[in-house]
């Protein structure tokens, strides 16, 4: 594939072609990196604009801030459905037992999440109907499928209206710290808590 400027419109792009075809799309392979690079560089942006004191830098910190949340969003929707295709692959390939046929349509992070829900699937397959096929009683494998994978835990996009410090959030993990205006993905309790004490909004 040609390399790909990353902006707004083709990840907006990326998301349509993902969106409107059944296959699931290949994508640069630095795609992750280069989107990361991007919102560094908006999020300096907004930073310089917010340092200019006038009506037009108003309005341009408005703009750029209304992009970031939009493209947080398309990102988030963007994963989701690549996220719901790969689960789909994974199916098929434990059902046929039949390899990725072309790897490269996947992210090297995608295809480790493929193995993972394959194996799974393959682990549960094996000891329970393989089990009832044998008249035996079926056994859970040992190593219990992880939830992060088949079980999307429900998180909340939220937008900071004030500063917030590092804090432990219900699954046990560190968020933080958050500056005022900052956008992030987080677990639906610690969002709700966040939005009842006014220090963040729902997207």
């Known amino acids: ?45 907004l930073k310089s604009q917010k340092e200019k004191e006038s009506i037009f830098a108003a309005q341009e910190i408005q703009k750029t801030q209304k992009q970031i949340e939009n493209i947080y969003k398309i990102l988030k929707e963007l994963y989701e459905r690549r996220e719901t295709k790969i689960i789909q692959i994974a199916l098929f390939s434990s059902k046929t037992n039949s390899k990725l046929q072309d790897p490269d349509l996947l992210l090297k992070e995608e295809q480790e999440l493929f193995k993972k829900i394959t194996s799974e699937l393959d682990n549960f397959r094996k000891n ?35 500063p917030v410090p590092k804090f432990l959030a219900e699954d046990l993990q560190s968020y933080g710290p958050f500056e005022q205006d900052e956008i992030a993905n987080l677990p639906e309790k610690a969002a709700e808590i966040l939005i009842q004490r006014n220090k963040a909004n729902l997207l």
């Open 128 to 162: 329970i109907l393989g089990n009832l096929l044998e008249a035996k009683i079926p056994q859970i494998p040992e190593d219990k499928i992880q939830e992060t994978i088949l079980k999307k835990e429900e998180n909340k996009l939220i937008h900071f209206s004030k």
């Open 1 to 45: 594939m040609p390399d790909v400027i990353i902006t707004y419109e083709t990840v907006y792009e990326t998301l349509r072609r993902e969106k409107f075809r059944q296959e699931i799309q290949q994508l640069e392979p630095t795609f992750f990196q280069d989107v990361v690079k991007y919102l560094k560089e908006k999020k300096a942006i």
